[in-house]
């Protein structure tokens, strides 16, 4: 399998800020978004512009439409090349 890159959009909300324990964890990722520091996390507020959507971001958004097309062409090849083994098997391409 050829790796063809990475997306990354981050809110500044954690995923784990769900369980209801964030201000209390010291292992999830607001912990370390805070820098394990005592007083950032106490006085970290959520408030509605923390919570961010990549579908609303013009570059996450960007990304995703140049790997969909990465990702279709790779597809294409597969299938050529499905079409063209013996028996149909697929042949891994470097």
């Known amino acids: ?3 063809v890159g990475a997306l990354f959009h981050a809110t500044e909300i954690p995923p784990c800020y769900k369980c209801g324990v964030a201000k209390a964890c010291r292992v999830g990722g607001l912990w370390d ?3 394990h520091d005592e007083e950032r ?3 970290f507020e959520v408030t ?3 919570f961010t959507r990549w579908e609303d971001c013009p570059r996450t958004v960007a990304e995703v439409e140049r790997y969909a097309q990465v990702l279709g062409e790779a597809a294409k090849d597969v299938k050529v090349a499905k079409e063209m083994s013996p028996g149909g098997r697929t042949i891994a391409k470097p």
Do not use: G
Request: hydrophobic fraction near 35%; charged fraction near 40%; glycine fraction near 0%.
């Open 33 to 35: 978004m805070v820098d």
């Open 1 to 3: 399998m050829r790796h």
């Open 48 to 50: 509605p512009d923390k």
């Open 41 to 43: 996390l106490s006085e």
